[in-house]
């Protein structure tokens, strides 16, 4: 996937580190591809893995966990980004990220 992405389509490399590669699909856009053996990741099950802006992830991944949706991980985060993984009435692992709130 990786040399598909850079390549064959010319994706801009952002990140590599061993077992991951992020790649820029716009100015507020992107691409992350891991290894199978990522443990961090081992939940994708489902193919690509959408990210869902929004603008506060406690409380959509309330709304969501309200409605009986399964949670798959904890609210992470970084400096400047919070996240975290649910699956979708489908069945299909989607991401909500948003700005760092606590």
Do not use: K, Q, S
């Not at 952002?14 to 591809?33: K, N, P, S």
């Not at 199978?36 to 709304?63: E, I, K, N, Q």
């Amino acid at each position: 996937m990786v040399r598909l992405f850079r390549d064959l389509i010319g994706l801009e490399v952002i990140r590599e580190t061993a077992g991951a590669t992020w790649f820029r699909l716009g100015t507020d856009a992107e691409l992350h591809v891991y290894a199978d053996a990522d443990p961090d990741h081992a939940f994708f099950t489902t193919g690509p893995v959408v990210g869902l802006r929004v603008d506060d992830v406690g409380a959509t991944r309330a709304r969501l966990e309200a409605d009986g949706l399964e949670i798959l991980t904890e609210i992470e985060r970084t400096d400047a980004a919070a996240w975290c993984h649910f699956r979708g009435p489908d069945g299909t692992v989607l991401e909500i990220i948003g700005p760092a709130r606590r």
